[in-house]
């Protein structure tokens, strides 16, 4: 079989025995369990800094709107859940490469070499527009939608203030006896011992213990609606809108798998423009959360990315693949 040109090999020149195929696959199945497994090791050992990661996006969004960026745990048992979760997550994530390169060995030998070309094609471009997915919710669409939510409770607040009575006025003596504490945008490293100050930064009243350690005490505006998000809820909100964006990224592949099979073609993606964009904003308006902001900024990439699969189609139409081996 060696002797074979491998430009000339077809799928029956790698015919195996049954047994050898569950061998095959067998070991190619213990590597992906193993893989992960290894991951997981390091993934475990920088579990929190990947998990402050993710805090980042809605702690900058409270601290934009005058609000503490503190996080809420409901039960004893949440953080270790929240920590184990993302790294093994970012485990699995990280062997991803591993996994679908096993998968490729296993299926390769049976296609031929027109489909090969396209595997080759489209895995390289999927993986791409899966990463430019993702980034694009992490560092546009998720913040943004965050600031948008916050902003709108921050709205809803009811708004509070104890005047004094009528014709009445603080003495200048009360006044004077009042405690002013300092605004400052940092932990003053110089701080002593029970001396306190405002952080204009986190929204803290903060002060230094005995132990040496700065204790917090969180202020905001107005009172009304307290503004402290549950890890599992927001967590759960951003691996959902995560994963909803690097499927939506693949929508070019898609439509050029469709076009090389013959479903569609050219002609009938530009004539149907206006019907894709109808589909883009209904798809934008499932996926983001509901704000006009957000749905917005995930519908403009969308409708690009519908024009990049005619482009695609016109540059790499299914002519361009060699005919399948008979």
Known sequence: MSMIPAMTRRPDDFRMPLGEHLEELRTRVIICLIAPLVLAVPALYFGKQILEWLLDPIRDAMIRAGLPGRIQLLSPTEPMVSYFKIALLAAVLAAAPVILWQLWKFIEPGLYEREKKVAYLLLPGSTLLLILGVAFNYYV???????????????????????????????????????????????PPELKIG????????????MRGEDGQMYGADMQSDTGFAQQYEIKAYLNMMLGMTLAFAIAFQLPLVLLLLGWVGVVDIKSLKYY???????????????????VTSMIALLIPLYLLYELSIILLRFVPAGRLSPPEQ
């Open 273 to 291: 423009r206006r019907h894709a964009l109808l589909g883009c904003a209904i798809a934008a308006a499932v996926i983001t959360p509901p704000d």
């Open 195 to 206: 001396q306190m100050y405002y952080n204009t930064s986190l929204h803290q009243l903060r």
């Open 141 to 187: 669409v998720f913040p943004m939608t965050l600031r948008v939510l916050v902003a709108f409770a921050q709205g809803m607040q009811p708004t509070v203030s104890v005047a004094p009575p009528a014709e009445e006025t603080t003495p200048p003596e009360v006044l004077d006896s009042l405690i002013q504490v300092p605004h400052y945008a940092y932990d």
